[in-house]
C-alpha cells in the first residue's frame, strides 16, 4: 500500500483514532436518552463506528482485502434493504435479528482464533478465557435471539414452549457442559471437538432460555441479549487487546443492563421472574379461574353498532395496542379518528408505556400514519380523563387495560400501572378473539356490563367502522 | 510482565467503561426505549472490527477465511442495519412541527395514506 510506513499506520495515531470513536459513541448514547437529540446521537455514534472501523483498516497488518470487501459487501447488501424495508410494527424483531447476527460474529470471531492459535497453544491463559467467554455468551446471544425473532415474527408460536419443572435442570446442565468444556480448552486441551462442543452446549442453552418466555416479556429479553453481546464484545476486544472494541462492548453491557431493568420495570416484572419463565405458568392459571369465573358475560356488538355508539360521543379515547400493529391498522385507525374529528368528536389516544411489543412502539407506529403528537397522551395524562370520556375504543391493547392490576392482589400481573379504561363511560374492545393476551391472563375489563366486544382483524374491523361512520 | 500489565490496563478500561454505560443511560423516557435499544445494539456491532483484526493475520486457512467473512458480514449487518434502523426510529418521533397544516387539513384524507409506507 501507499500508505505503508506512513504516520497514518502507527499504533498510537490508530490509538487516538480508537479513542475519538468512542468518545463519539459515549456521545451518542448520551444524546439518544433524550428526545429532542436522540437522531443526532445515533448519526454521532455512527460517525465514531465510522472511525474505528476505518482505524482498524489503516493497521498495518491489514490485509485479505478481497476477504473484507467480500463480507462487507455481503453484510451491506442484506442489512440496508432489511433496515429500510422493515415495516415500523417489525421492528422489535428486527431489533433481535441484527442483535442475533452481532452474538454471531462474536462466536465465529472465537472459533477462527481458536482455530488460528490452533487450540490456543502459546496464548496467555487470559486471553483464552476472554475468548471462550465471548465464543459461550455470543452463541446464547444468536440464538436466543434468533428464537425471539422467530417468536415475534410468529414462525414460533409466542406462548411459552416449556419442558415444565425439568426446564430449570435442563439450563443448567448445558450451562455446565458449556463452562465444562471452557475450562478443559483453557486447561490446554486443543481438541476442536471440545469447542464445537461447547459452542453446541451454547446453542442450546440460548435456545432453551428463549423458548420458554412468553411474547410479552420478549422486549425484555431482547435488550437482555443485547447486553449480553455488548459483554461478549468486550471479552472480545480483551482476547484482541483492542480498546474500541472493549469501551464500545463494555458500554452497551452496562447500558442494555440499566435498560432491561427499566422496561422490567415498567412492566411491573422481575427480570429473574422472566427468565425463569414463570409467568406464563402462573398466568394460565390464574387464567382459567377468571374464565370460570365469569363465563358467558360477555356481550357482543358489530361494526354498525360501533359506529353508532362513537358518532354520538363527545370524547373518544382510543387505546392501541399489539393488536393494532400485528394489523398494520394504524392508518385505519387514522382515517376512523378523521372521520370522528368531521362530526366533532374529541379523540384522543392513550398511550400504555408498554403498549405493543417494546415501549415507545405505539408511538411509533401512530407517527408513522401522521397522528397529530399532541394527540397522544401517555398513561399519567390519560388515566384521570378516562372519567370524561363517553366511549374508549381498545384496539388489540389487552394486558394493559387488565383492571385486574388495581384490583386482584393474586394476579401475576397486580400492581402494573394500566390504563384505567373501565373508568369511562363505556367501552368497545376490538379484538380477534377471547383468547387472553401475551401474560395469558383473563381480562375482567372484557366481562365488565358497560364493554362490548367486537371480534375481528384490527385493521378490517376499524375499516368497517369507518365506511358505517360514513354512511350515518 | 507485559502481558500481566496489558491485561490490567485492559481491565481497568473495561471497569470505567461500564461505569460510564451506566451513568449516561440513567434516566430515559419510556418512548425511547426502542430506539436506545436499538442504538446500543448498533454499537456493539463493533465486533466487526474483530473479524477485521483477525482475517488480517497469516494463517488462516480456507474454513477459517469463511468463518471470518460470515463474521464480517454478520458485523456489518449489525452495524449497517442497526444505524438505520435506529434513524429510521426516530425520525418518526421528529414529525411534532407538522400538527398547524395537519389540523387545517382535516378535510381531505387520501394523501396521507401511502405516505408512511413508502419510506
Known amino acids: ?472 | 510482565m507485559i502481558l500481566a500489565s496489558t491485561l490490567t490496563t485492559n481491565l481497568a478500561i473495561l471497569v470505567l467503561a461500564g461505569f460510564i454505560g451506566f451513568v449516561v443511560i440513567s434516566k430515559v423516557p419510556n418512548t425511547l426505549h426502542t430506539p436506545l435499544m436499538s442504538g446500543t445494539n448498533a454499537i456493539h456491532g463493533i465486533v466487526l472490527l474483530g473479524g477485521l483484526l483477525i482475517v488480517g493475520l497469516s494463517g488462516n486457512g480456507t474454513f477459517n477465511k469463511i468463518i471470518l467473512v460470515i463474521a464480517i458480514a454478520f458485523g456489518t449487518i449489525n452495524v449497517v442495519g442497526g444505524f438505520l434502523v435506529t434513524d429510521r426510529m426516530l425520525e418518526m418521533f421528529k414529525s411534532k412541527p407538522k400538527q398547524p397544516a395537519e389540523k387545517a387539513g382535516a378535510g381531505a384524507p387520501p394523501d396521507e395514506h401511502g405516505g408512511g409506507d413508502a419510506k
Open chain 1, 1 to 472: 500500500m501507499i500508505l505503508a510506513s506512513s504516520f497514518l499506520q502507527e499504533q498510537s495515531f490508530l490509538d487516538v483514532l480508537y479513542i475519538i470513536a468512542f468518545a463519539l459513541f459515549i456521545q451518542g448514547l448520551r444524546g439518544l436518552s433524550g428526545p429532542t437529540t436522540a437522531v443526532r446521537g445515533n448519526r454521532i455514534a455512527a460517525v465514531g463506528m465510522l472511525i474505528a472501523v476505518v482505524a482498524t483498516l489503516l493497521n498495518k497488518h491489514e490485509g485479505n482485502w478481497g476477504l473484507i470487501v467480500l463480507g462487507v459487501a455481503l453484510g451491506t447488501a442484506v442489512g440496508v434493504p432489511a433496515a429500510r424495508q422493515v415495516k415500523m410494527t417489525a421492528m422489535p424483531q428486527m431489533v433481535a435479528l441484527f442483535n442475533g447476527v452481532g452474538g454471531g460474529a462474536v462466536f465465529l470471531i472465537s472459533w477462527s482464533e481458536f482455530r488460528l492459535t490452533h487450540g490456543y497453544s502459546g496464548v496467555a491463559t487470559y486471553i483464552t478465557v476472554f475468548s471462550l467467554f465471548a465464543a459461550i455468551v455470543g452463541s446464547v446471544s444468536f440464538w436466543g435471539s434468533n428464537i425471539a425473532f422467530g417468536k415475534l415474527q410468529e414462525i414460533i408460536p409466542g406462548r411459552p414452549i416449556s419442558l415444565g419443572g425439568a426446564q430449570q435442570i435442563v439450563n443448567l446442565v448445558l450451562l455446565i457442559l458449556a463452562v465444562a468444556a471452557a475450562i478443559d480448552i483453557a486447561a490446554g486441551d486443543h481438541s476442536q471437538g471440545i469447542f464445537i462442543g461447547l459452542l453446541v452446549s451454547a446453542a442450546l442453552l440460548g435456545n432453551a432460555v428463549v423458548l420458554p418466555i412468553g411474547g410479552a416479556d420478549m422486549p425484555v429479553v431482547i435488550s437482555m441479549l443485547n447486553a449480553f453481546t455488548g459483554l461478549s464484545a468486550a471479552a472480545t476486544g480483551i482476547a484482541l487487546n483492542n480498546t474500541a472494541l472493549i469501551v464500545a462492548g463494555m458500554i452497551v453491557g452496562a447500558s442494555g443492563s440499566i435498560l432491561t431493568n427499566l422496561m422490567a420495570v415498567a412492566m411491573n416484572r422481575s427480570i429473574p421472574a422472566i427468565i425463569a419463565g414463570g409467568f406464563g405458568g402462573g398466568g394460565a392459571v390464574a387464567g382459567a379461574e377468571g374464565a370460570g369465573e365469569h363465563a358467558g358475560a360477555v356481550k357482543s356488538t358489530s361494526a354498525a353498532d360501533a359506529a353508532i355508539q362513537l358518532a354520538y360521543a363527545s370524547r373518544v379515547v382510543i387505546v392501541p395496542g399489539y393488536g393494532m400493529a400485528v394489523a398494520q391498522a394504524q392508518h385505519a385507525v387514522r382515517e376512523l379518528t378523521k372521520e370522528l374529528e368531521k362530526r366533532g368528536v374529541e379523540v384522543s389516544y392513550a398511550i400504555h408505556p408498554v403498549a405493543g411489543r417494546m415501549p415507545g412502539h405505539m408511538n411509533v407506529l401512530l407517527a408513522e400514519a401522521d397522528v397529530p403528537y399532541d394527540q397522544l397522551k401517555e398513561m399519567d395524562e390519560a388515566n384521570p380523563e378516562f372519567q370524561r370520556t363517553d366511549v374508549s375504543l381498545v384496539i388489540g391493547a389487552n394486558d394493559v387495560t387488565n383492571p385486574a392490576a388495581k384490583n386482584t392482589p393474586s394476579s401475576p400481573i397486580y400492581g402494573m400501572p394500566i390504563l384505567e379504561v373501565a373508568d369511562s363511560h363505556s367501552v368497545i374492545v376490538i379484538k380477534r378473539s377471547m383468547n387472553p393476551g401475551f401474560a395469558g391472563i383473563e381480562n375482567e375489563l372484557y366481562y365488565d356490563p358497560k364493554t362490548a366486544m367486537l371480534f375481528g382483524d384490527a385493521k378490517t374491523a376499524v375499516t368497517e367502522i369507518t365506511a358505517e361512520l360514513a354512511e350515518l
